[in-house]
C-alpha cells in the first residue's frame, strides 16, 4: 500500500494546482473556523476506529533511544577478507564521484502533502466533490499508468536498498569507500523521510522525542561503525506509531517490528526490507487515516461553505483572466432563447426553469456531450455517468419493449412441437454471474440448466448441414405460457435482472457504446429464452436488436429516449420543488442519504402504487421497471444542477459580473 507515493481521491483524483489560498483574509472567515475546527480534530482515527482507541486507554509515548551497546544483525559481519572481496564483484561501481542522486523512498512527506489540512480544506475540486459522495475519502492512487509507474519507482528504490545492505554486509571496505559516512544513498533518505512523516502525525509535545529517538545523523554514525542497534530502533519507532495510530493498525506495527528485528538477527537483507517497507506503508495508513477522519469531521461546514467558496475561488479566476465567462453567458443567452417557459417548470424551477429544461436535455444520449460550458468543469464526472445511466436505461427499454412484441407473437405457440432443440450442455455453461440472475425461470419452471454464455453466433448445428446457419438449426428450451397476471410480471422481472446482470459481465468499456454493441448477441439470446418463439427467428431478432440499440437514428431509440426525458424532467421538477429550500447540508442528506436503484441496478417488480386496473399489464410493468431508475436519476440531477446555479446565477446567468468585479473586497461581494 505504501510503495504507491501519494494517496488520491477515492472518486476522482485531487488537483493538486489549487492548494493556495484563492482569496483575501477576512476577520472570522468560514475557512478560519474550518482551520480551527481541524486543529480540534482528533485525527488518528476513524469515527469507529476512536471507540476502540478510547477503549484501550491512553497510550503514551516513552523515547528510547538506541543504544551502542547491542550489536545488530547488520554489525555482525565487517568483513574484509579477500574472499568476501571477490564475491563483492556483482556490486561493483563506478566511482563514488559518479554516483547519481540518490533515489527517492517512495512515501515521503510531499507525497502525502495533500493530505494535510489546509490542502484539504483550500481544494476546491474536493471540496465540491464532498457534496456528492457520503463514502468520498482518501487512498493510494495505484491505478492505470501512473499507478504502474509508481510501483516501479517503489520497487527500483527497495531493491537498490537491498543491494546497498548486502554489500555492506558483505564488503564493508567497498562500501565505505563508496558512500563513507554521507547520506547519498537509500537508508539514510529513508529514514528521513520516516521522521518528517512522523512529525506530522504526532502532537507538538512529542515532536522533541523524535530529534532523540530518531537522529538520522548520530543512527547513521553508528551504521558506519558496525554498532547501530536496529532492533531496539524498531522497538522505539513500534511504540511510537502505537501510541498515535488506531489500535486496528496495531497488529501491522507488530508486523513491521517481527520483520526488522528477524533481518537484522539473521542478516535477511530482504526481510530487514521488507520490514522497512511496512513501516513506510503503516505511516502512509497512519496519515491517510488522519486524512480522513478530518475530512469526516469537517464534511458539515466544508459543505455549507461550498457556494461562498466557490464563487470567491472562480470570481478570483475570472478577475485573474485564467478564466472566460463568455462562453458561458452565450451558451444561457441561447438555451434562454430555446426553451419556451412553461407554466409547469416556471412553477417548480422559478427563476430557474431554463437552466434545469435545459440541464434535462443534456443528460439524453443523443444531446452532444461537449455542449456544456465549462462551469461545469467539476461535474464533467457526474454528467457522464448521468448520460451513461439514460444510455442504459433506454437501451433496457428497447430490450423489454421488443421482448414484449415477440412474446406476445409468439405467446401460445407451443413451442415443444419444433424439433432439434439444444442439447442439454450447449445450456450448462453460465456467464461469471454472481447474482444467479441468469438462470432465472418463473415459479412453473422445471430444473432447468444454466443458460449459457456463447452468442448465437457459435457454429453447432444439431442437422449436421453445412449450409445450416447457427442460430435457426435448433430450438431453444420452451418456457411454460404464463397465462396469469403475476407470472407475466415475474417473467418480466426476471428477464429484466437478468440482462442487468449479463451486461455486468462485460469486458467493454462500461460508458460507452461498444459495451452493447459487443453484448447484443448474447442480448437476444437471453431474451428469445424468455419467449416461444420458433429459433429461425432468433437471426432476425439479432438484426432487430442490433439496428436500435444505441442507434440515434432508430425511431425506436428515439422514441423511448423522449420517454424518458418527459419522465426524467417530471420527477426533476418535483426534485428542485423539494428542495429548492434547503441548506448545503439538508441537500447533502436528502438527495445522498436515500439513493434509489439506478438503471445499473436490479428491478424489484411493479410498485404498490402500480393501478392494474386503470392501465394494460405491459404498462403497468414498464412504469413500474422504469420509475426507480428515473427518481434516482431525478435526484442526482436536482442536486446537482441547484448547486451550480447557487454557484454561477450571479456570476454568469442571471446576475451582473461586472458590477461584483467592481466590489473591491470580492469575498464579501456575494
Request: hydrophobic content about 35%; glycine content about 6%; proline content about 6%.
Amino acid at each position: 500500500m505504501g510503495d504507491q507515493g501519494t494517496g488520491g481521491i477515492e472518486s476522482r483524483g485531487v488537483e493538486s494546482n489549487t492548494t493556495r489560498r484563492m482569496s483575501e483574509p477576512r476577520p472570522k472567515s468560514h475557512d478560519d473556523q474550518i482551520q480551527q475546527q481541524s486543529t480540534e480534530t482528533k485525527a488518528p482515527s476513524t469515527e469507529s476506529e476512536e471507540q476502540k482507541y478510547a477503549q484501550s486507554g491512553p497510550r503514551h509515548l516513552i523515547p528510547v533511544h538506541p543504544s551502542n551497546a547491542a550489536n545488530g544483525g547488520l554489525s555482525r559481519n565487517p568483513s574484509t577478507s579477500s574472499s568476501a572481496s571477490r564475491d563483492s564483484r556483482m556490486f561493483e561501481h563506478p566511482q563514488r564521484s559518479q554516483i547519481p542522486k540518490p533515489l527517492e523512498p517512495p512515501v515521503t512527506k510531499a507525497t502525502l502533502s495533500e493530505l494535510d489540512v489546509n490542502k484539504i480544506i483550500h481544494n476546491p475540486k474536493l471540496r465540491h466533490d464532498i457534496n456528492f459522495d457520503p463514502d468520498l475519502h482518501f487512498r493510494p492512487n495505484v491505478d492505470g499508468e501512473k499507478g504502474r509507474r509508481k510501483q516501479e519507482k517503489a520497487n527500483q528504490f527497495w531493491n537498490t536498498l537491498t543491494e546497498q545492505l548486502q554489500l555492506f554486509v558483505i564488503n564493508r571496505d567497498e562500501f565505505m569507500n563508496r558512500f563513507g559516512q554521507g547520506e547519498d544513498w537509500c537508508l539514510p533518505q529513508l529514514l528521513k523521510s520516516v521522521k518528517e512523516i512522523i512529525q506530522t502525525l504526532v502532537p507538538q509535545r512529542d515532536r522533541m522525542y523524535l530529534d532523540e529517538g530518531l537522529n538520522v545523523e548520530l543512527i547513521m554514525q553508528q551504521f558506519s561503525k558496525g554498532i547501530a542497534d536496529l532492533e531496539k530502533l524498531a522497538s522505539w519507532l513500534s511504540g511510537v506509531l502505537k501510541s498515535h495510530c488506531a489500535p486496528m493498525r496495531d497488529e501491522w506495527v507488530d508486523e513491521m517490528y517481527n520483520q526488522l528485528t528477524n533481518g537484522n538477527k539473521t542478516n535477511d537483507m530482504e526481510e530487514l526490507v521488507q520490514g522497512m517497507r511496512s513501516l513506510l506503508s503503516v505511516l502512509e495508513a497512519m496519515k491517510l487515516d488522519v486524512a480522513n477522519h478530518q475530512i469526516r469531521c469537517l464534511r458539515p461546514i466544508l459543505i455549507e461553505d461550498t457556494v461562498h467558496f466557490e464563487q470567491r475561488f472562480f470570481l478570483k479566476k475570472i478577475r485573474d483572466r485564467r478564466m472566460d465567462p463568455g462562453p458561458a453567458q452565450s451558451w444561457y443567452l441561447t438555451v434562454s432563447q430555446y426553451y419556451s417557459r412553461d407554466p409547469a417548470s416556471v412553477q417548480a424551477f422559478g427563476e430557474m426553469g431554463v437552466f434545469f429544461e435545459a440541464l434535462c436535455k443534456m443528460v439524453l444520449p443523443s444531446t452532444d456531450p461537449y455542449s456544456h460550458p465549462d462551469t461545469f468543469m467539476f461535474d464533467e464526472e457526474r454528467m457522464a455517468k448521468l448520460r451513461s445511466d439514460m444510455l442504459d436505461a433506454v437501451n433496457l427499454e428497447i430490450c423489454m419493449r421488443l421482448y414484449e412484441g415477440l412474446e406476445r407473437k409468439y405467446r401460445h405457440c407451443d413451442s415443444m412441437s419444433s424439433v432439434g432443440a439444444i442439447p442439454t450442455p450447449f445450456l450448462a455453461t453460465p456467464f461469471s454471474d454472481a447474482s444467479g440472475f441468469l438462470s432465472s425461470r418463473t415459479d412453473d419452471e422445471g430444473s432447468e440448466g444454466h443458460f449459457n454464455s456463447r452468442p448465437s453466433s457459435l457454429v453447432f448445428s444439431s442437422a449436421g448441414s453445412a449450409h445450416s446457419s447457427p442460430r435457426n438449426s435448433f430450438i431453444l428450451p420452451s418456457q411454460p405460457t404464463s397465462t396469469r397476471l403475476e407470472d407475466q410480471q415475474t417473467k418480466s422481472k426476471n428477464l429484466y435482472n437478468s440482462l442487468v446482470a449479463l451486461l455486468q459481465t462485460s469486458t467493454a468499456s462500461s460508458r460507452s457504446v461498444s459495451r452493447w454493441k459487443a453484448m447484443k448477441d448474447s442480448l437476444a439470446l437471453q431474451i428469445f429464452r424468455f419467449t416461444n418463439a420458433p429459433a429461425q427467428e432468433l437471426l432476425q431478432f439479432e438484426d432487430e436488436l442490433d439496428s436500435h440499440l444505441s442507434e440515434l437514428s432508430s425511431p425506436l431509440f428515439q422514441q423511448v429516449e423522449q420517454y424518458y426525458h418527459y419522465h426524467l424532467l417530471a420527477e426533476l421538477r418535483q426534485r428542485v420543488k423539494d428542495f429548492r429550500g434547503l441548506t448545503g447540508a439538508a441537500l447533502f442528506s436528502v438527495a445522498t442519504g436515500g439513493r434509489l436503484h439506478g438503471p445499473s441496478r436490479t428491478w424489484d417488480g411493479p410498485r404498490e402504487n402500480v393501478s392494474l386496473e386503470r392501465t394494460s399489464l405491459e404498462n403497468a410493468i414498464r412504469e413500474a421497471r422504469e420509475e426507480g431508475g428515473v427518481e434516482d436519476m431525478a435526484t442526482r440531477l436536482a442536486h446537482m444542477g441547484l448547486l451550480h446555479w447557487r454557484v454561477w446565477s450571479h456570476l454568469v446567468y442571471a446576475g451582473d459580473l461586472d458590477t461584483v468585479m467592481a466590489v473591491p473586497d470580492m469575498s464579501m461581494a456575494i
